[in-house]
T-cell receptor
């Protein structure tokens, strides 16, 4: 089944540890995104990539980094996790075009203690 | 500044009709989206409006007024499975999406 796969689904992490959230899509979409979702707030864009080899900063990029070595993969790395990074993280992709509808992965719930 | 407002929570009865409003102030406008998100799941696309007027898709309709910075999502013949959060998002001129905090819709029998 075509779509976006995220891993891990859930993780508890000690503050100061490094963590990479994985995201893979098989729809050959050019654009990919990482969002975080916190209670009472709208989805907030962390980083995005319009095409393989390029990345850009979103609304809340500090403490996070991404890479886009190929079309399918878009990992998100927390270099040194802090408790404020406790959140649900969603990876998404879209085709360029009229609607630019986003397709989301199932999310990664991260708890930083 | 950028702002999207939608009610935090709404309650409706199974079989009834509910309208979820969304007002926005953004830097330019390049389309408005509605997504549905069941608890613990990913958001899924419902509708897209870029021109003024009503877009109908089965039991769901979405309306846009660009001059008023206003949209609504209309859900008819409510079913228990419609209990979810409904997210309004505006795409700005630079193609970035600004998201509302979502409206949690509770359907009662």
């Amino acid at each position: 089944i075509a779509g976006i796969t995220q891993a891990p689904t859930s993780q508890i992490l000690a503050a100061g540890r490094r963590m990479t959230l994985r995201c893979t899509q098989d729809m050959r979409h050019n654009a990919m995104y990482w969002y975080r979702q916190d209670l009472g707030l709208g989805l907030r864009l962390i980083h995005y990539s319009n095409t393989a080899g390029t990345t850009g900063k979103g609304e809340v990029p500090d403490g996070y980094s991404v890479s886009r070595a190929n079309t399918d993969d878009f990992p998100l790395t927390l270099a040194s996790a802090v408790p404020s990074q406790t959140s649900v993280y969603f990876c998404a992709s879209s085709e360029q075009g009229d609607t630019g509808e986003l397709f989301f992965g199932e999310g990664s719930r991260l708890t930083v203690l | 500044g950028q702002n999207i407002d939608q009610p935090t929570e709404m309650t409706a009865t199974e079989g009834a009709i509910v309208q979820i409003n969304c007002t926005y102030q953004t830097s330019g406008f390049n389309g408005l989206f509605w997504y549905q998100q069941h608890a613990g799941e990913a958001p899924t696309f419902l509708s897209y409006n870029v021109l003024d007027g009503l877009e109908e898709k089965g039991r769901f309709s979405s309306f846009l007024s660009r001059s008023k910075g206003y949209s609504y999502l209309l859900l008819k013949e409510l079913q228990m499975k419609d209990s979810a959060s409904y997210l309004c998002a505006v795409r700005e001129s630079n193609y970035q999406l600004i998201w509302g905090a979502g409206t949690k819709l509770i359907i009662k029998p």
